[in-house]
T-cell receptor
């Protein structure tokens, strides 16, 4: 069983387009995240949701809009794509603050290429 | 702003040798995580270190945390090719109950050669 899944795995699109990436977790976790990993492998948090509520919104252009329809899903919509948006986007989840042994479980990643 | 520095960033080592990867961070924290990433793959959790002096071992890898020195180490014993990957440390800037936010180091790309 896949714990954290993302679709699509690869996304190639033109500048200016709008695209979405979907994420689902079947771990029963309360908290979900979006990370961006650039070409140098640097990993940076973008957003975090706890029980469908936004709790972290790093300095990310407002072209990026996360949406959490329920606790198990966190989607990322990107408007007016730019070349600099090309990266691998990882979704992750964790139990939240309830347990002291929280780690984050990562999805397989979505490689976005903007042409 | 929390800074997390790993060194070395690149490590080429021979099979059978030992080596240590270092992770320094700039603010008080007692929650540190190690992850492994294979090329083109996702991140896999290796260790969760939640207190000063915590030591965890899994196979040929051992991680430790010194919160006073703001330092964690990942020690590799008798390296084998299967350990080739990029290793990330990540720090939670809030002690105690923790937070939702991890800051990652830049990663150490390990290549184990025969």
């Amino acid at each position: 069983d896949t714990a954290v899944s993302q679709t699509p795995k690869y996304l190639v699109t033109q500048m200016g387009n709008d695209k979405s990436i979907k994420c689902e977790q079947n771990l029963g976790h309360d908290t979900m995240y979006w990370y961006k990993q650039d070409s140098k492998k640097f990993l940076k948090i973008m957003f975090s949701y706890n029980n469908k509520e936004l709790i972290i919104n790093e300095t990310v252009p407002n072209r990026f809009s996360p949406k959490s329809p329920d606790k198990a899903h966190l989607n990322l919509h990107i408007n007016s794509l730019e070349l600099g948006d090309s990266a691998v986007y990882f979704c992750a989840s964790s139990p939240g603050l309830a347990g002291l042994t929280d780690t984050q479980y990562f999805g397989p990643g979505t490689r976005l290429t903007v042409l | 702003e929390l800074k997390v520095e790993q060194n070395p960033l690149f490590l080429s080592m021979q099979e059978g040798k030992n080596y240590t990867i270092y992770c320094n961070y700039s603010t008080t924290s007692d929650r540190l995580y190690w992850y492994r990433q294979d090329p083109g793959k996702s991140l896999e959790s290796l260790f969760v270190l939640l207190s000063n002096g915590a030591v965890k071992q899994e196979g040929r890898l051992m991680a430790s945390l010194d919160t006073k020195a703001r330092l964690s180490t990942l020690h590799i014993t008798a390296a084998v090719h299967d350990l080739s990957a990029t290793y990330f440390c990540a720090v939670d800037p809030y002690s105690g109950a923790g937070s939702y936010q991890l800051t990652f180091g830049k990663g150490t790309k390990l290549s184990v050669i025969p």
